[in-house]
């Protein structure tokens, strides 16, 4: 079965540093990876998909890169903002399309 | 981009009885959707497969008869939590991707909370 684990569980910066979340999966054969952000007591918000074809997908200060061989994909926050602040799950999926998340990483960006 | 609504947002409900929570996808098909939970501070668990027309594909360790998916159309589906017991309290979220695109992007509804008294 699959397994995504996120490193690390928790992160603090001040405004303005450039970050890195990482996420591990142990079975290669995916189809996806996304990214999504999750504010507390609420749904997701999809930042970025990178179809298993693809080395990386950019949008704004977000740039998530995958290596499915592996099995590995990063994060990169560039000049983060306190608006960044919330939690950060990675999710794969694979045969049927199921997606199997990691635990996230709960990012705190201070002023 | 693709919608997918969930009602009610939020539900309280009394132990014993059973609640529907509903998952719709508002622009686009979906043949396929799938039903998560969320435990506090807990990342989203894969609870089963809601496939139009059929039977429904529960992941291991969840129970058919307890948590009752309906997927009637191809914009529609249904979980209900039958006999809810407080350990039943939980955020559940569905998720749907476009049967016409080839990119099986997933996209997420906001979430149920549901609060088993």
Wanted: glycine share 6%; net charge positive; proline share 4%.
């Amino acid at each position: 079965k699959q397994e995504v684990t996120q490193i690390p569980a928790a992160l603090s910066v001040p405004e303005g540093e450039n970050l890195v979340l990482n996420c591990s999966f142990t079975d290669s054969a995916i189809y996806n990876l996304q990214w999504f952000r999750q504010d507390p007591g609420k749904g997701l918000t999809s930042l970025l998909l990178i179809q298993s074809s693809q080395r990386e997908q950019t949008s704004g200060r977000l740039n998530a890169s995958l290596d499915k061989s592996s099995g590995r994909s990063t994060l990169y926050i560039a000049a983060s903002q306190p608006g960044d602040s919330a939690t950060y799950l990675c999710a794969v999926s694979g045969n049927f399309n199921k997606f199997y998340f990691g635990s996230g990483t709960k990012l705190n960006v201070k002023p | 981009g693709a919608v997918v609504s969930q009602h009610p947002s939020r539900v309280i409900c009394k132990s014993g009885t059973s609640v529907k929570i509903e998952c719709r996808s508002l622009d686009f098909q979906a043949t396929t959707m799938f039903w998560y939970r969320q435990f506090p501070k807990k990342s989203l668990m894969l609870m089963a497969t809601s496939n139009e027309g059929s039977k429904a594909t529960y992941e291991q360790g969840v129970e058919k008869d307890k948590f009752l998916i309906n997927h009637a159309s191809l914009t529609l589906s249904t979980l209900t939590v039958t006999s809810a017991h407080p350990e039943d309290s939980s955020f559940y979220i569905c998720s749907a991707s476009d049967t016409s695109s080839s990119s099986y992007e997933q996209y997420f509804g906001p979430g149920t909370r549901l609060t088993v008294t």
